[in-house]
């Protein structure tokens, strides 16, 4: 079974030429095309997660990846959820 996860790009690049990425662990979707109604449908719900980790940063991109497709060397950043709050 396909799990796909919403992935909030930042805009910018950090000191070390990281991007800032907010994974989504919840929803989870079952197709690509359901993500995708659900990120169009709830704008305001992506933007008021985002900022509630990063303040409110401009989002640069809203994607939907396929779980098996993130790098596995995401590293959660200190000053907000692991779960959620990822740069690489």
Do not use: H, W
Request: negative net charge.
């Amino acid at each position: 079974m396909l799990k796909i996860l919403i992935v909030a790009v930042m805009v910018g690049i950090g000191q070390g030429g990281e991007r800032n990425l907010f994974v989504f662990t919840q929803p989870i979707f079952e197709t690509t095309e359901q993500c995708i109604s659900y990120v169009k449908n709830n704008p305001q719900e992506i933007q008021l997660r985002v900022a509630q980790s990063y303040g409110f940063r401009p989002i640069e991109q809203v994607l939907c990846v396929d779980s098996s497709k993130l790098p596995t060397e995401l590293v959660p950043l200190e000053d907000g959820p692991p779960a959620n709050k990822t740069s690489i």
